[in-house]
């Protein structure tokens, strides 16, 4: 395991969430090799303290450790293809946001071209990296990720997940699924009372601490999933979820903003309603998305 903070790294995209991942490895005093495609976006790195690479050639040439932070699968191959022989017996960490299959292909690519893969979803946004809260998942080369976990922990928490390489990606996308949802519905729900006179502001005070409150409610739900029995005792059934959920449609009617965001949740438990499942209780639901219509 490296505890070495003379490691020397490159690394290979500066944009905003790139240059925050840097700016950790340099305050740590990692000798770091930075390189993005458009010029300028080096400077503040390198009044920190870091070296800026002419090209992403010259980076890759200068650690043994290469992470990538880049817009998205295709850009990463857009600068790593050329370099497959360079990077050749070289550690490459891949944080770019990646679908699970592209992960997958990437880490197939980088056997290939015989480099170490280690594969990462980063749960922060920049302000975050280094600082509590911030998490980092990943999946992939095990060793890789057991010689640099010291290094990787300067980002935020780390957590590895297993050899195949999508595990992390599959992971983060899953809980940004939640994330969108949840954001969605406080924006309906900011929409509905604007016409009251609230601002957004003041019904977010109101919703955050609720909505925290409810994510209580995550472990019974994962309860009845796991378990696979929608008919256990003590659960709210889509009968009653559908009566309410009727009022809230009505109510944001009569508010004069769309129904859109709750439609989508009276679809889903309607299904399960219309299969004779309506007295079975609300984590039913899963059934209807397991099972795209
Ligand atoms: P930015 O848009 O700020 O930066 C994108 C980077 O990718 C820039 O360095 C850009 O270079 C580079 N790039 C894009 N296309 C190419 C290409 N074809 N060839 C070479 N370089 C290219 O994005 P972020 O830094 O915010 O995000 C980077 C990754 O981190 C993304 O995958 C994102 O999903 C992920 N992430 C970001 C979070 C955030 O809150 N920002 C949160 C979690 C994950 P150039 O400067 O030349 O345009």
Redesign the pocket.
């Known amino acids: 395991m490296t505890t070495n903070n003379s490691l020397r790294v490159s690394m290979l ?7 925050a991942l840097g700016a950790a490895l340099v305050r740590a005093g990692h000798p770091t090799t930075v390189w ?3 010029a300028g ?1 080096a400077d503040d790195l390198v009044a920190q303290g870091a070296q800026a690479a002419a090209t992403a050639g010259d980076a890759v040439r200068a650690s043994r450790l290469v992470i990538v ?4 699968h ?2 990463v191959h ?2 790593l293809d050329p370099l497959t022989d360079e990077l050749a017996g070289r550690t490459l960490i891949n ?4 679908s699970p299959e592209q992960s997958r292909e990437l880490a197939a690519w980088a056997a290939d071209a015989g480099v170490a893969y280690l594969d990462g ?6 302000p975050m990296i280094g600082q509590p809260g911030s998490s980092i998942l990943y999946s992939g080369s095990a060793d890789v990720f057991d010689q640099y976990k010291p290094l990787l922990d300067l980002w935020g928490d780390s957590t590895y997940f297993g050899a195949d390489a999508g595990l992390a990606s599959l992971y983060d996308l899953a809980l940004l699924a939640g994330m969108y949802v949840m954001f969605v519905g406080f924006v309906h729900g900011a929409a509905m009372v604007a016409p009251a006179g609230m601002t957004a502001g003041e019904f977010a005070a109101m919703a955050a601490p609720w909505q925290s409150a409810m994510t209580g409610a995550f472990q019974g739900l994962a309860a009845v999933i796991d378990g696979g029995d929608y008919t256990v005792d003590g659960q709210q059934s889509l009968e009653f979820s559908d009566v309410a959920l009727g009022g809230i449609l009505d109510a944001s009617a009569d508010q004069g903003v769309s129904t859109e965001v709750l439609a989508m949740v009276q679809r889903l438990m309607r299904r399960q309603i219309d299969a004779g499942h309506g007295k079975e209780g609300f984590a039913r639901i899963v059934e209807s998305i397991r099972q795209p219509r």
Do not use: E, F, Q
């Open positions: 995209g500066l944009g905003a969430m790139g240059s993005n495609r458009s976006k932070c880049l817009l998205d295709a850009s857009d600068v944080v770019t946001t990646t979803g980063i749960m922060a946004i920049p």
